[in-house]
Every structure is written in C-alpha cells, then in structure tokens.
Antibody
Framework: EVQLVESGGDLVQPGGSLRLSCAPS????????MTWVRQALGKGLEWVAN????????YYVDSVRGRFTISRDNAKNSLYLDMNSLRAEDTAVYYC?????????WGQGTLVIVSS | DIQLTQSPSSVSASVGDRVTITCRAS??????LAWYQQKPGKAPKLLIY???NLQSGVPSRFSGSGSGTDFTLTISSLQPEDFATYYC????????FGGGTKVDIK
C-alpha cells in the first residue's frame, strides 16, 4: 500500500524551530518529486515547498522562503521540513504529498501550533 | 503567480443533483489543473488531474473540463459520500490552490 506518514508536529513558541518528517512506504521514494502543503484550521490548502527527486531543485512559497528548508534523504526514505523563526501564522496542519503537477498520495497530516 | 478563484464558495444540494464547481485562473493554464475532495479531519483526495483525467478508483460521476482560464468540476449525480469541500490546484506557474467550495446537504 502506498502511504505517507508525517511526524514532528508540536506546540512551539514564536521564533522557535521545528523539524517535520515524512516517511513513505509502498513506492520507490527516490523516483518522485515530494511536496509539503499546509492548512490552517478551518482554512484552505496552501502549497509550502517541493523538492526534486535528487534534491537538486527546491521551491518555496514566498511566505516561508528563507525560514523553511525542505530536504530529503533517499537512502533513509525520508522527507523533511525544517522550520525556523516560526510565526503564529505558520500554525496549521502540515501534509506531505507525492508528486509535482498533482498530488496522488497524501499523509494524514501533523499539527504545528505556534503560540506563547 | 497564478491566482485561482473558485465559485461558488459553498453550495447546498440534494442527493441526485448535478453539481458544477468553477475554477477561474488569473492567467492561462496549459494543462496542469487538478481537483481534490477533502472531508473534515481528513487529507485531500485527488479526483481529477490534467484538467479531465479521472484518478484511478474515483467514480465516473466526477468529471473535469475547461481550458485557458476557466475550468469546471462536475458531479453528475450527487451521492451521500460526496458532501465535502472541493479544491482546484494549478501547477502551470509555481503551485497554488483555489479557496475551496463546500458542498453540503440541502
């Protein structure tokens, strides 16, 4: 079964840092672009970042560029999102998803709350 | 960046109704337009990709159409399990989602 499982969400203070992880299974991870999408509670979906199969290309939404870093370890079958200088407006459920042009597999999401 | 505007933002419908959701782009989109369904507390589910291609396992009552800047998701006969929020998404220029359309029970 093709599956993605996120972890690492937590309550963090403004200005703090957090690392999210995504563990894929059931498919050859190194063959796919991977993406992070977030959703503030009760709001719509927002694309956050994506990364090419070999990690050579990475793209970010303007609001997180310079604060968030997407990375992957194909040997360990893992996707990451390092989040620094967190703000209240970063509070959301973060999903990892498979694909570039569209996302055919999603994780269950991990909740990040930025609050003092 | 391409902005996607969905309409309506919400619609009330009955089982068996035909429901149409529109997604308008601020610039021309070639073919990278997808539609997702999301139920409360769940991850989005891919329904349609590349404007009109039905994702494997998705019922044929869902269909996509359109070109240029105007795109449509149609549910031909609404079923109880279709009450959800629907999002369009483009990948023609960076990536973005529409604001969503909530389909609820009339």
């Amino acid at each position: 079964e093709v599956q993605l499982v996120e972890s690492g969400g937590d309550l963090v203070q403004p200005g703090g840092s957090l690392r999210l992880s995504c563990a894929p299974s059931g498919f050859t991870f190194r063959n796919y672009w991977m993406t992070w999408v977030r959703q503030a509670l009760g709001k719509g979906l927002e694309w956050v970042a994506n990364i090419k199969q070999d990690g050579s290309e990475k793209y970010y939404v303007d609001s997180v560029r310079g604060r968030f870093t997407i990375s992957r370890d194909n040997a360990k079958n893992s996707l990451y999102l390092d989040m620094n200088s967190l703000r209240a407006e970063d509070t959301a459920v973060y999903y990892c998803a498979r694909g570039y042009y569209h996302y055919d597999t999603w994780g269950q999401g991990t909740l990040v709350i930025v609050s003092s | 960046d391409i902005q996607l505007t969905q309409s309506p933002s919400s619609v009330s419908a009955s089982v068996g109704d035909r429901v149409t959701i529109t997604c308008r782009a601020s610039q021309v989109i070639s073919s990278w337009l997808a539609w997702y369904q999301q139920k409360p507390g769940k991850a989005p589910k891919l329904l349609i990709y590349s404007i009109f291609n039905l994702q494997s396992g998705v019922p044929s009552r869902f269909s996509g159409s359109g070109s240029g800047t105007d795109f449509t998701l149609t549910i031909s006969s609404l079923q109880p399990e279709d009450f959800a929020t629907y999002y369009c998404q483009q990948a023609n220029s960076f990536l973005s989602f529409g604001g969503g359309t909530k389909v609820d029970i009339k």
